[in-house]
């Protein structure tokens, strides 16, 4: 049975600030994956920007996995560290998408409470389904993101060493 929400114009602002850190960090990551790609295939600036442009995280994503099965890297330690990267990015990509993505609302009988209903799909606006989602929950994944970049910047730097050589 479907629930019914309400979708209000404004919603409290400390969601409008965490969902923005959720969606800024993550276009970090997306970013620094386009950097990762562009120094593993040892591409130069123009070159890597021309590849990767236009590209989401998934795409991303898969042409990272190429450059680490294609054995382009020849450190295995960076190897390892790029490919451990990459997971983890796709471990949080589907839960930041619900986020970024979602519509924020109480539902009518439990007022109070917020829920992220996603409105991607005909089956999800057809029967709208929502889960509670707390500030808290927004500012977890965003350190989670935080803690991603630092490891971005540390591999990137390894990475740039061992390719330039």
Known sequence: MSKSFEYPIDID????????????RWAWLEHRLS???????????????????????????????VLVKGSWIDDQTVLKAVEEFGNEIERRRKRRNALAHGVY?????????????????????LSPDGDPISVRDLQTLASELRVLQERGLMITTQLKQVQRK
């Open 13 to 24: 602002q400390a969601y409008y600030a965490a969902i923005g850190q959720v969606t800024a």
């Open 105 to 125: 609302g109480p539902e009518t009988k439990k007022p109070g409470k917020m829920y992220r209903v996603l409105m991607r799909s005909a089956d999800d606006i």
């Open 35 to 65: 950097i990762l790609i562009r120094e593993g295939f040892r591409l130069d600036k123009a070159a890597g920007r021309a590849l990767t442009s236009g590209m989401e995280a998934a795409a991303l994503l898969r042409t990272l996995q």
